[in-house]
């Protein structure tokens, strides 16, 4: 028994299947519009609007007056202050990690 070809089969089966629902549907239609969005290949594609040679160049002198301008320009954040942490505070911190887990130890043991 070849999968294969039973998965053919089937697929062969449903096309004809919806074939025939389509054509039921159409014989069956009221003219009214689907609601909803459109099917995808019925979709209009839209135009793009082309912009002539000349009005590139007036908006590429424009845009380029204006960054020399600075108007365009990115403002400049400043940057984030690093807290750093004092070796004697570190050294605090350890100590106390330390402990806690001595006592969690001697809990263990008990």
Do not use: F
């Given at each position: ?96 990690q330390r402990a806690r887990w001595a006592k969690v130890r001697a809990q263990q043991k008990a």
């Open positions: 028994m070849n999968i294969n070809s039973i998965l053919a089969e089937l697929h062969a089966e449903r096309d004809r299947i919806d074939r025939a629902i389509a054509a039921i549907e159409g014989l069956n239609s009221t003219g009214r519009r689907r609601a909803g969005r459109p099917p995808r290949k019925a979709a209009s594609r839209r135009r793009r609007s082309r912009m002539s040679a000349a009005a590139r160049r007036k908006m590429s002198q424009l845009m380029k007056q204006r960054w020399a301008q600075g108007k365009m320009k990115r403002s400049k954040a400043p940057k984030p202050v690093r807290h750093r942490m004092s070796r004697a505070a570190r050294n605090k911190i350890a100590a106390a």
